[in-house]
Nanobody, 124 residues
Framework: QVRVVESGGGTVQAGGSLRLSCSAS????????MGWFRRAPGKEREFVAS????????YYSDSVKGRFTISRENTENTAYLQMNNLKPEDTAVYYC?????????????????WGQGTQVTVSS
């Protein structure tokens, strides 16, 4: 059983910044592959960013590339999503996901374990 917990959501004006945090624990020790997704009102959940278990490779959706940065702290098995230059269309519930069994360095878009989500609201 893997437990995933997000934090750091909130309300910010357009052009502002927020930093989301995600911690994953359970199943085994060591770092997990982790990713961020979001679901805007009335839309499907979409991939935002992912980072491999080593932290050597990160991947982004086109809509956030250049504005968002995913990073990790392996000693704590924690991932971060730094969001800069936020836009009203970034408003969504953001979910963190983890996979303790994916040892690849590729982009990962499916995960077995998910957090409850944290709301990000960007006002214009």
């Amino acid at each position: 059983q893997v437990r995933v917990v997000e934090s750091g959501g909130g309300t910010v004006q357009a052009g502002g910044s927020l930093r989301l945090s995600c911690s994953a624990s359970g199943r085994r020790s060591g770092s997990f592959a982790m990713g961020w997704f979001r679901r805007a009102p009335g839309k499907e959940r979409e991939f935002v960013a992912s980072i491999t278990w080593t932290g050597y490779n990160a991947y982004y959706s086109d809509s956030v590339k250049g504005r968002f940065t995913i990073s990790r702290e392996n000693t704590e098995n924690t991932a971060y999503l730094q969001m800069n230059n936020l836009k009203p269309e970034d408003t969504a519930v953001y979910y963190c996901a983890a996979d303790p069994d994916n040892w690849t360095e590729t982009k990962i878009t499916t995960y077995p374990s998910w957090g409850q989500g944290t709301q990000v609201t960007v006002s214009s």
